[in-house]
């Protein structure tokens, strides 16, 4: 009944997009609004302004060629002074982003040995979260938070370490037994 007289609701952390003839005409702030449509105008669609969370698995190949998995997760938000932005330059903005995370984790990574990847996964999170930032502004987004959530080497590089580390151990317990029998 709400359409026919031109009355429309727009829910809380919710904004909408209001056109007329197919053009952007502003942005309808939550609550009650009227939107005659005999005048030509109409609501486009609605821009949720709350925090949401994506999260990317992308392989890389680090300086020593080990190639590592990492578990991303990207919080980010439409700007609400940017709303035409975010409603109309980026059909898919998940993919958007994808790109730009798989881009910088691939660069960053290239740069460190293993060890390092490990060691540097703030920095790493922190470059991410840069190219996010200058990127998706001009979309309308805010990026809030950027962290890598896991780091996993291929199953084979993890064998060795391990296989490596009982090594170690051994050794270093043959080097004790050793030390003790002098005392």
């Given at each position: 009944?709400?359409?026919?007289?031109?009355?429309?609701?727009?829910k809380?952390?919710?904004?909408?997009?209001?056109?007329?003839?197919?053009?952007?005409d502003?942005?309808?702030?939550?609550?009650?609004?009227?939107v005659?449509?005999?005048?030509?105008?109409?609501?486009?669609?609605?821009?949720?302004?709350?925090?949401?969370?994506?999260?990317?698995?992308?392989?890389?190949?680090?300086?020593?060629n080990?190639?590592?998995?990492l578990?991303?997760?990207?919080?980010?938000?439409?700007?609400?002074?940017?709303?035409?932005?975010?409603?109309?330059?980026?059909?898919?903005?998940?993919?958007?982003?994808?790109?730009?995370?798989?881009?910088?984790?691939?660069?960053?990574?290239?740069?460190?040995?293993?060890?390092?990847v490990?060691?540097?996964?703030?920095?790493?999170?922190?470059?991410?979260?840069?190219?996010?930032?200058?990127?998706?502004?001009?979309?309308?987004?805010?990026?809030?938070?950027?962290?890598?959530?896991?780091?996993?080497?291929?199953?084979?590089?993890?064998?060795?370490?391990?296989?490596?580390?009982?090594?170690?151990?051994?050794?270093?317990?043959?080097?004790?037994r050793?030390?003790?029998?002098?005392?």
């Amino acid at each position: 009944m709400g359409q026919v007289f031109g009355c429309v609701r727009v829910k809380q952390s919710k904004v909408a997009v209001r056109e007329r003839f197919g053009k952007f005409d502003g942005v309808l702030q939550p609550g009650g609004h009227c939107v005659p449509w005999c005048f030509g105008y109409e609501v486009a669609g609605e821009v949720s302004l709350r925090v949401q969370q994506i999260w990317f698995k992308c392989e890389a190949k680090t300086k020593d060629n080990v190639f590592v998995n990492l578990t991303t997760s990207v919080q980010f938000r439409p700007s609400a002074e940017q709303v035409e932005d975010a409603f109309y330059k980026v059909k898919n903005t998940t993919h958007q982003i994808q790109a730009y995370v798989f881009s910088a984790i691939r660069a960053s990574v290239a740069k460190l040995e293993l060890d390092a990847v490990f060691e540097e996964k703030n920095g790493i999170a922190k470059a991410v979260q840069g190219d996010l930032e200058k990127a998706m502004s001009a979309y309308g987004y805010e990026m809030i938070e950027t962290l890598i959530v896991d780091i996993m080497p291929d199953d084979s590089v993890k064998k060795a370490m391990n296989e490596n580390a009982a090594a170690k151990e051994k050794l270093g317990t043959a080097h004790q037994r050793k030390a003790n029998e002098e005392l």
